[in-house]
């Protein structure tokens, strides 16, 4: 096995700092005018949440060397939230082509931080390894496009000329429609975060079983109908993996493509078996939509790298101060959401 490199290096255009203000800017005007629309106010992005629920983060024990870096530095037992999502910023029916997000907030983390002083720990998944936007800007000119799949192409054109043509092919292969379940799917950073000195991608693999029944339905919600009893029987698991940056020839500000070399096995996110249903389940559901899910609540150790993420600096806390998010949690309100 090959050694994870430290001398990985960010690179920073002359420029992007206003370049990436204007990106959260126009972000943020296409969340105001769709919640002008709509007459509330929600994410910019990942707007549809499937379930907000209560998970458990249980730290490998014995790791060394390269991976026992930040949180993963000793063996560990962490509360956190879980939110799964639909990635687009409307409210769709869940057989459209969309990619599905899974996100974490661990709670109770001590530590030096990479942006303020709250002790959680967050870590932002999707459904795919690797995205087809060149820089922040061109997906942001695909969002402002994508108000209506109609005119999607004409709009695009007029923003990005030819590139409009490739970009909405490789977009569409990504975007997958009728997903059965999201509980069956893998989720991956795809951007990376520090590991100590080194940088990883972070991916998760279910540990259950997948279920034989899971499929597209015609309801609109089908998505959380099909997840929900399976939380509430329990053994929902997941292995969190963090594939450390081995390879020269792959990049911490490259998202356009999957990192080479092997994984290994940091953690196990458990969901608890949480009834939606519930009263306690609908509160512990409207907590988890009230709060930011942001990869800049993190560790210095485990601090965002590479453009994605500095985009993403910027952007979320435009959407969270739109939208009024909550205060981060400091786990004094999780009893309230039962045993």
């Given amino acids: 096995m090959s050694e994870p490199i430290t001398t990985w290096k960010e690179t920073i255009a002359e420029g992007e700092e206003a370049m990436l203000e204007k990106v959260a800017a126009d ?64 409210d769709q029916h869940d057989k459209e082509p969309d990619l599905r997000g899974l996100a974490i907030k661990v709670l109770g983390v001590e530590g030096p931080k990479a942006l303020g002083d709250a002790r959680t720990q967050d870590f932002l998944f999707i459904d795919v390894d690797a995205l087809p936007f060149r820089d922040p800007r061109e997906f942001v000119s695909f969002v402002q496009s994508a108000s209506s799949p109609l005119t999607l192409p004409f709009k695009l054109f007029g923003r990005l000329g030819f590139r409009a043509f490739g970009l909405i092919v490789d977009v569409a292969k990504m975007a997958k429609g009728n997903r059965g379940s999201l509980l069956d799917l893998a989720y991956h950073t795809v951007a990376p975060h520090a590991w100590g000195p080194y940088a990883a991608r972070l991916h998760l693999e279910p540990l259950h079983q997948p279920s034989p029944h899971a499929r597209p339905q015609p309801e609109r919600d089908y998505l959380r109908r099909e997840l929900a009893p399976r939380v509430r029987a ?8 963090a594939q450390l940056l081995t390879d020269p020839s792959d990049s911490v500000e490259d998202v356009s493509k999957p990192w080479n070399g092997p994984s290994v096995r940091v953690g ?26 942001d990869p800049w609540h993190a560790l210095a150790a485990h601090r965002p790298i590479g453009l994605t993420m500095r985009a993403r600096k910027h952007a979320y806390f435009v959407s969270t101060q739109a939208r009024s998010a909550s205060a981060e949690p400091d786990g004094s309100e999780w009893s309230r959401f039962g045993g």
Avoid: I
């Fill in 234 to 241: 329990g053994g929902v698991a997941f292995a969190l993996q």
């Fill in 268 to 293: 196990t996110l458990t969901l608890l078996a949480d009834d939606l249903a519930s009263e306690h389940g609908r509160d512990l559901d409207a907590h988890v939509r009230a709060l930011s899910f």
């Fill in 27 to 90: 972000l943020g005007a296409v969340q105001s005018a769709r919640d002008a629309t709509l007459g509330s106010k929600n994410r910019s992005l990942h707007f549809k949440q499937h379930a907000g629920l209560r998970a458990r983060l249980d730290v490998e024990p014995g790791l060394g060397g390269a991976a026992a870096q930040g949180l993963f530095a000793k063996a560990g037992t962490y509360d956190a939230y879980v939110r799964f999502s639909n990635g687009g910023g409307r």
